[in-house]
C-alpha cells in the first residue's frame, strides 16, 4: 500500500523558514529517488527538488540557493528546508517518488499548505 503524508506548512513571512516533511511508505521510499513538488492555485504541479537513494540533490532554477531536500532512509521521512520565502513560493506542497511524468492516476498524499505573506 502506499502512502505519502505531508506535513510542517503553515503561514509565514517573506524572509521566513520552514521545514516540510514527508513520511512515505517503505516499499515506495526504499527503492525510488523522492521528489518535491508544489502547485499553486491556478497552476500545474511543478518539481521542486529530487534526492536520489544516494543523497544526490537537484533543484529548480526558483529554489536553488533557498531550499534544501533531505533525506533519512531510517524513518522513511523526507524533508525540504525552506528558507528566505518570497509569496511566490505560496503554494500546497508534495512529495513523491521522483518521476518526469505521472499517470493520471497517480497517488498524490493531501500535500501541506504554504502560504508567504505578510
Known amino acids: 500500500q502506499v502512502q505519502l503524508v505531508e506535513s510542517g506548512g503553515g503561514l509565514v513571512q517573506p524572509g521566513g523558514s520552514l521545514r516540510l516533511s514527508c513520511v512515505a511508505s517503505?516499499?515506495?521510499?526504499?527503492?525510488?529517488?523522492m521528489a518535491w513538488y508544489r502547485q499553486a492555485p491556478g497552476n500545474q504541479r511543478t518539481l521542486v527538488a529530487t534526492?536520489?537513494?544516494?543523497?544526490?540533490?537537484k533543484y529548480a532554477d526558483f529554489v536553488k540557493g533557498r531550499f534544501t531536500i533531505s533525506r533519512d532512509n531510517a524513518k522513511n521521512t523526507v524533508y525540504l528546508e525552506m528558507n528566505t520565502l518570497k509569496p511566490e513560493d505560496t503554494a500546497v506542497y508534495y512529495c513523491?517518488?521522483?518521476?518526469?511524468?505521472?499517470?493520471?492516476?497517480?497517488?498524490w498524499g493531501q500535500g501541506t499548505q504554504v502560504t508567504v505573506s505578510s
Open positions: 513523491n517518488v521522483y518521476r518526469e511524468i505521472f499517470s493520471v492516476d497517480a497517488y
Open positions: 534526492i536520489t537513494r544516494g543523497g544526490a540533490t
Open positions: 517503505a516499499n515506495i521510499f526504499s527503492s525510488n529517488a
